[in-house]
């Protein structure tokens, strides 16, 4: 329970300029209520505003109207659901810009609910302390029916479909339905086909990555893309080709960071019996202190049992600017700066061998 404060009038009086968010409490408490939006900055979190038992409470927040807001709530003894949309908070009242590092700058990282505007003008939340935070008032309903078990996460449709639009999912292997927030909500819009490589499942969420043309996209929990889509993920066989859309939050270097929305399996591009043979732990057949680990589409380099970075293997006929057309992978980093090119000239259950493109020499490893 965050200590109760409450917020100066000035804060809670709308104005025309600014979409009102109506919090309304039908619990025995008080409860204290957080709102995260992006504001001028970077994505912003204000809190606490106290709403009495049986009261309901306008706060406006940002500097324009904005489509999706986020709220957490929390009340003495009652325990209300969340989504994946994370913020920072602290126990005081607070206005904290950005919603990375929340540790590293002394303060909490703690989930919050989205809510879709859809061009309302106003929205009203109310909090039942025998239900999930039900949403209702003059936008549309944007509650999720559905929690996916023990994730803490985003949730998805409770309704199950059947005959032809199941089976085209089963065909298709879509992603998970789940409520999103518009295209372009997050930055540009994007639909690619490209190789989803594999998931890190963190101490606090997931991250999954696909590679395409040379670059890395990476979806996150901490970045607004759903849980229940980054679980399903997890669940799919490492480095299969996926149609995936979304949109294109930031870049830099040669990695992308993208709010994924939705994906469906598609034809393989060729070289799937490769990257199978490679997956695994090889050590040097000439240097016992150089190893290789291989995870989906990422290469890792370990000597003297210190990681490199890893870089993610863009599979392709031929090296740029090397003779031959032989089957082969570029190797990119999120700096963008190891671009070398492997001809892969012989690989088996418990070997393989690399040429190095530009020198010619040969790396031959051993499944360790």
Same mark, same amino acid.
């Given at each position: 329970?965050?200590?109760?404060?409450?917020?100066?009038?000035?804060?809670?009086?709308?104005?025309?300029?600014?979409?009102?968010?109506?919090?309304?409490?039908?619990?025995?408490?008080?409860?204290?209520v957080a709102v995260g939006y992006k504001g001028a900055q970077d994505w912003t979190s204000e809190g606490w505003w106290n709403v009495?038992?049986?009261?309901?409470?306008?706060?406006?927040?940002?500097?324009?109207?904005?489509?999706?807001?986020?709220?957490?709530?929390?009340?003495?003894?009652?325990?209300?659901?969340?989504?994946?949309?994370?913020?920072?908070?602290?126990?005081?009242?607070?206005?904290?810009?950005?919603?990375?590092?929340?540790?590293?700058?002394?303060?909490?990282?703690?989930?919050?609910?989205?809510?879709?505007?859809?061009?309302?003008?106003?929205?009203?939340?109310?909090?039942?302390?025998?239900?999930?935070?039900?949403?209702?008032?003059?936008?549309?309903?944007?509650?999720?029916?559905?929690?996916?078990?023990?994730?803490?996460?985003?949730?998805?449709?409770?309704?199950?479909?059947?005959?032809?639009?199941?089976?085209?999912?089963?065909?298709?292997?879509?992603?998970?339905?789940? +409520? @999103? =927030?518009?295209? $372009?909500?997050?930055? !540009?819009?994007?639909?690619?086909? /490209?190789?989803?490589?594999?998931? &890190?499942?963190?101490?606090?969420?997931?991250?999954?990555?696909?590679?395409?043309d040379g670059w890395i996209y990476t979806a996150s929990s901490y970045n607004h893309t759903s849980t229940v889509l980054l679980e399903?993920?997890?669940?799919?066989?490492?480095?299969?080709?996926?149609?995936?859309?979304?949109?294109?939050?930031?870049?830099?270097?040669?990695?992308?960071?993208?709010?994924?929305?939705?994906?469906? +399996? @598609? =034809?393989?591009? $060729?070289?799937?019996? !490769?990257?199978?043979?490679?997956? /695994?732990?090889?050590?040097?057949? &000439?240097?016992?202190?150089?190893?290789?680990?291989?995870?989906?589409?990422?290469?890792?380099?370990?000597?003297?049992?210190?990681?490199?970075?890893?870089?993610?293997?863009?599979?392709?006929?031929?090296?740029?600017?090397?003779?031959?057309?032989?089957?082969?992978?570029?190797?990119?980093?999120?700096?963008?700066?190891?671009?070398?090119?492997?001809?892969?000239?012989?690989?088996?259950?418990?070997?393989?061998?690399?040429?190095?493109?530009?020198?010619?020499?040969?790396?031959?490893?051993?499944?360790?």
């Amino acid at each position: 329970m965050k200590t109760l404060y409450l917020l100066a009038a000035l804060g809670l009086a709308p104005t025309a300029a600014l979409a009102e968010l109506r919090f309304c409490n039908d619990t025995d408490e008080v409860v204290s209520v957080a709102v995260g939006y992006k504001g001028a900055q970077d994505w912003t979190s204000e809190g606490w505003w106290n709403v009495d038992p049986g009261d309901c409470k306008g706060v406006t927040v940002g500097d324009g109207p904005k489509t999706h807001y986020y709220y957490r709530v929390e009340a003495r003894g009652i325990t209300f659901e969340h989504e994946a949309y994370m913020f920072c908070t602290i126990d005081e009242e607070f206005t904290i810009v950005g919603d990375t590092d929340c540790d590293a700058r002394g303060y909490d990282r703690e989930e919050f609910v989205e809510i879709a505007m859809e061009g309302a003008d106003d929205h009203t939340v109310t909090f039942s302390a025998t239900e999930d935070p039900a949403q209702v008032g003059t936008g549309p309903a944007t509650d999720r029916t559905a929690n996916a078990a023990g994730s803490g996460g985003d949730t998805g449709s409770a309704q199950t479909e059947t005959g032809g639009a199941a089976l085209l999912r089963n065909v298709l292997r879509t992603s998970p339905e789940v +409520e @999103t =927030a518009p295209g $372009g909500t997050y930055g !540009e819009p994007f639909t690619i086909t /490209g190789l989803f490589s594999h998931c &890190d499942v963190l101490d606090a969420g997931i991250n999954c990555y696909f590679i395409h043309d040379g670059w890395i996209y990476t979806a996150s929990s901490y970045n607004h893309t759903s849980t229940v889509l980054l679980e399903d993920l997890n669940t799919r066989e490492l480095n299969t080709t996926m149609l995936f859309t979304g949109d294109l939050s930031s870049y830099e270097g040669k990695e992308a960071e993208i709010v994924l929305t939705s994906y469906f +399996e @598609t =034809a393989s591009d $060729g070289f799937e019996s !490769e990257r199978a043979a490679l997956q /695994g732990f090889w050590k040097s057949a &000439d240097d016992s202190q150089f190893e290789v680990v291989i995870h989906g589409s990422s290469y890792e380099e370990v000597y003297e049992g210190i990681p490199d970075v890893p870089a993610m293997m863009q599979f392709m006929q031929g090296c740029p600017d090397a003779p031959g057309d032989g089957v082969a992978f570029q190797l990119v980093t999120p700096d963008g700066l190891d671009d070398r090119c492997f001809f892969v000239s012989y690989v088996d259950d418990n070997a393989f061998e690399l040429i190095y493109a530009g020198r010619g020499n040969t790396l031959a490893f051993v499944r360790n």
